[in-house]
Every structure is written in structure tokens, then in C-alpha cells.
Nanobody, 126 residues
């Protein structure tokens, strides 16, 4: 599967952005999908992820209550709605995918994922 992330940009603190990740290839609903981010000089960190099919979801504590993931299997797309953005949310955001089984736990580590998009930059000004 190939992934294409988009929707990043420059926004003021308190603002919102919606990121999209479009996947190409068959059997999208057999993939767990995740979002990660990497700020300059920092390691890539987990933001949120869907289980295969989208029935389960997890968020990093730092974004709970502010970020919402959604998934459209018919369009092979996942979204990351980001509200109440803070300067510390500034980072390159990456979507990732891994084909998995129905009962697998939601993957939250980088090494859990086999496919990565190119990233989209989010910059939040104070």
C-alpha cells in the first residue's frame, strides 16, 4: 500500500487543521492505520491509531480531547482532525499502515508499521 498525507499548514495557536492520508492498493480495511509526528531534534512519536477496520482507536495522552481520527474505508482514507492546536504540536506528521489480523491489538510503535507516507508539515504559531 502507498500512502499520501496532506492537509498540513501554518495555523495560530487555538486553531484547527485536518490532515488526510489517502491509501492506494487493495484491502484497505485489512490495515491498521496510524499517525505519528516528529518535531525538529526529537524522535518520532505516536499520535493515534485505528485497529484494522477502524473498530478500535487509541490516542497519545498529549492529544486526547483535542485530536480526533476518522476512517473512511470506502475512500481508502483516514483523517486526523486537530483542534485547539498548541505550538508544541508543531511537527512533521506521518501516516502509517500495517496489514494485520482482526484480533490484533492497535499498533502504537513505529516498528509495528510497514508502510509510511511522506509526511505533511504542521506549524502552530504562538
Amino acid at each position: 500500500v502507498q500512502l499520501q498525507a496532506s492537509g498540513g499548514g501554518l495555523v495560530q495557536a487555538g486553531g484547527s487543521l485536518r490532515l488526510s492520508c489517502a491509501a492506494s492498493g487493495p484491502s484497505f480495511n485489512r490495515y491498521a492505520m496510524g499517525w505519528f509526528r516528529q518535531a525538529p531534534g526529537k524522535e518520532r512519536e505516536f499520535v493515534g491509531a485505528f485497529s484494522r477496520g477502524g473498530g478500535g482507536i487509541r490516542y497519545a495522552d498529549s492529544v486526547k480531547g483535542r485530536f480526533t481520527m476518522s476512517r473512511n474505508n470506502a475512500e481508502n482514507t483516514v483523517y486526523l482532525q486537530m483542534n485547539s492546536l498548541k505550538p508544541e504540536d508543531t511537527a512533521m506528521y506521518y501516516c502509517a499502515a500495517v496489514r494485520t489480523i482482526l484480533t490484533a491489538p492497535i499498533p502504537t510503535k513505529m516498528e509495528d508499521y510497514a508502510h509510511w507516507g511522506q509526511g505533511t508539515q504542521v506549524t502552530v504559531s504562538s
